[in-house]
């Protein structure tokens, strides 16, 4: 059974940083590309950034792009996303995804605010 389990959201000031990881398991984890999204209050979910089993290859939305950065450890099959400089705009419940396994994670809550 597919299964995600997203960790390491909270409440933070503008500017501030946080490190979302996500556990998975169920699956070969290191022969398939790995995404965040994200789901502001009352919006759909949106795509955050890829990465790409064994040459790493990573792609980012624009709005996350120089802030963000996504990695995988394919020994402990985990994947992070490590935020810098957070605004307002990046609140939204933070998911894992395996490229083509409909599964979600409950996600984590990343809130920016004074």
């Known amino acids: 059974q597919v299964q995600f389990v997203e960790t390491g959201g909270g409440l933070v000031q503008p500017g501030g940083s946080l490190n979302l990881s996500c556990a998975a398991s169920?699956?070969?984890?290191?022969?398939?590309?790995m995404s965040w999204y994200r789901q502001p209050p009352g919006k759909g979910r949106d795509f955050v950034a890829t990465?790409?089993?064994?040459?790493?290859?990573?792609d980012y939305a624009a709005s996350v792009k120089g802030r963000f950065t996504i990695s995988r450890d394919d020994v402990k099959n985990m994947l992070y996303l490590q935020m810098n400089n957070l605004k307002p705009e990046d609140t939204a419940r933070y998911f894992c995804k395996a490229a083509t396994k409909d599964s979600w994670g409950r996600g984590t809550q990343v809130t920016v605010s004074t």
């Open positions: 990465i790409n089993p064994g040459s790493g290859f990573t």
């Open positions: 169920g699956f070969h984890f290191s022969g398939y590309p």
